[in-house]
């Protein structure tokens, strides 16, 4: 099974590669980052985040792997500090969802965040951003390797690619993984009603 998925994930991998890859040097036209430039998400994989086994770093600069979150769901999305436009309109939207678990529920949500921009986005500039968004803590913030990061993306269906200015066009999508790893329902757009992901949250917890 664990073999099988992570076949599938180097195809989509590949994929994602090409069809993101050779757009970064024509896409001059989109010098600002703002709702036109959400890129629509893809379907997530089918299979557990803890068989990529690939290695992070916290907020806190911390190693971590996505399997040390087994046993407990998380709500998950991708981002990047500098982003001034949709990031952090999706972090406000993914707070005001975990005040609705919390409330709904008792239990306060973990919540992921994971940077498209492992270059620029050091434990140190995420603590920093952790503390200006004012995040509990129960959320973690993570960076790391751009493959990594790509196949990551790939797993939750998040499109993202760099543009010439040095920001990132991407899809604005968090999930909720259950205690296994996998992806049980997703939120795409910014202002999305939550009402489905709370229920399912409930149902797992």
Not at 22 to 31: F, L, P
Not at 90 to 102: G, N, R, T
Request: a neutral charge; charged letters at 20%; aromatic letters at 8%.
């Amino acid at each position: 099974m664990k073999i099988q998925f992570t076949h599938r994930i180097m195809i989509l991998f590949i994929t994602s590669i090409l069809s993101f890859g050779c757009d970064e040097h024509n896409s001059g036209e989109h010098h600002h980052h703002g709702d036109d430039h959400v890129l629509a998400a893809s379907d997530a994989a089918q299979g557990s985040l803890f068989d990529l086994g690939s290695q992070w770093t916290t907020e806190s600069n911390q190693k971590v792997v996505l399997k040390n979150y087994k046993g407990s769901l998380f709500i998950i999305s991708m981002f990047y500090a500098t982003c001034q436009s949709i990031c952090p309109r999706l972090v406000a939207d993914m707070e005001q969802l975990a005040k609705k678990i919390k409330e709904t529920t008792g239990q306060e949500p973990r919540m992921v965040l994971v940077s498209f921009d492992p270059e620029k986005d050091t434990p140190t500039v995420l603590s920093a951003y952790k503390k200006k968004m004012k995040l509990n803590d129960n959320w973690t913030l993570l960076s790391g390797k751009e493959e990594d990061v790509r196949m990551l993306s790939v797993v939750l269906g998040i499109n993202y690619k760099k543009i010439s200015n040095g920001e990132f066009n991407h899809s604005a999508v968090y999930s909720l993984v259950s205690k296994e790893g996998i992806v049980v329902s997703r939120i795409e757009g910014i202002g999305s009603n939550t009402d489905t992901l709370v229920t399912q949250y409930q149902k797992l917890k």
